[in-house]
């Protein structure tokens, strides 16, 4: 054979095997986009399943907390609030990122992480100017059946919708999704405060269980608001 011959079949063999190395990347990137929106539309039921728990649970918070002048079962209902604000976003978000794709969906996320962040901070300010006035006017609260029927519900409803949206976070990098996965963590938590406070409330009856009890998941509220503020994506649509 050829010198000639031998580089020609040699220049076939290399255009051969990096046309069928282009064709493999080409097959990994369609898999790796399907995959990416197949996790995209598991975001989104997540998302609606949010929608419909927080509806309920705002609903039956608030109306049971009113009735039983309970600060923890009314921030608890306004929590629920903005799960239901926070998942909207998410819903928004998703939506941008399978219309435009994921680069186009960047200033939503940026949008979306503040002001997730912004609504707990919004919740623990609440929280705090309520409980102290209910603390200085010695205001207490009434025991509520249905108030801890819904917060032992909300439980284990919270932890599964966390995991999770904190597992679709870290797949597909959505510093949004994991911001309202860390609402549903401050949800989670909440419950288990009222669901503690109702019982010794029940109890031993102190007046003041109630506005200690709301004090407690203000760390939690200002812990993850600034988790979901102070990211650099986040901070720079303010400079």
Not at 65 to 92: H, K, M, P, Q, R
Not at 133 to 153: D, N, R, V, Y
Not at 203 to 226: H, M, T, Y
């Amino acid at each position: 054979m050829s010198r000639n011959s031998r580089s020609r079949l040699s220049l076939g063999s290399y255009n051969h095997e990096r046309k069928s190395r282009d064709l493999s990347i080409l097959r990994q990137n369609e898999l790796s986009t399907n995959d990416r929106t197949a996790m995209i539309h598991q975001a989104f039921w997540l998302e609606y399943a949010t929608l419909a728990w927080m509806t309920v649970e705002a609903a039956v918070a608030i109306a049971s907390g009113i009735a039983a002048n309970s600060l923890t079962l009314v921030a608890f209902g306004i929590d629920s609030v903005i799960e239901l604000a926070s998942a909207g976003v998410l819903v928004w978000r998703l939506t941008v990122e399978l219309r435009h794709g994921q680069m186009f969906a960047e200033s939503a996320e940026r949008k979306a992480s503040c002001i997730g962040g912004s609504l707990l901070f919004i919740l623990a300010v609440y929280v705090v100017a309520s409980a102290g006035w209910k603390l200085w006017t010695h205001q207490g609260a009434e025991f509520s059946l249905p108030g801890l029927i819904l917060c032992m519900l909300a439980i284990p409803i919270m932890y599964f919708l966390s995991r999770r949206k904190l597992d679709l976070a870290e797949t597909l990098g959505s510093r949004a999704l994991r911001a309202d996965a860390v609402e549903s963590i401050t949800c989670g938590w909440l419950s288990l405060v009222v669901v503690a406070a109702l019982i010794v409330q029940f109890a031993i009856g102190a007046w003041w269980v109630d506005a200690a009890a709301s004090l407690g998941i203000v760390w939690f509220l200002i812990r993850e608001g600034r988790e979901a503020w102070s990211g650099e994506e986040c901070c720079a649509d303010h400079h």
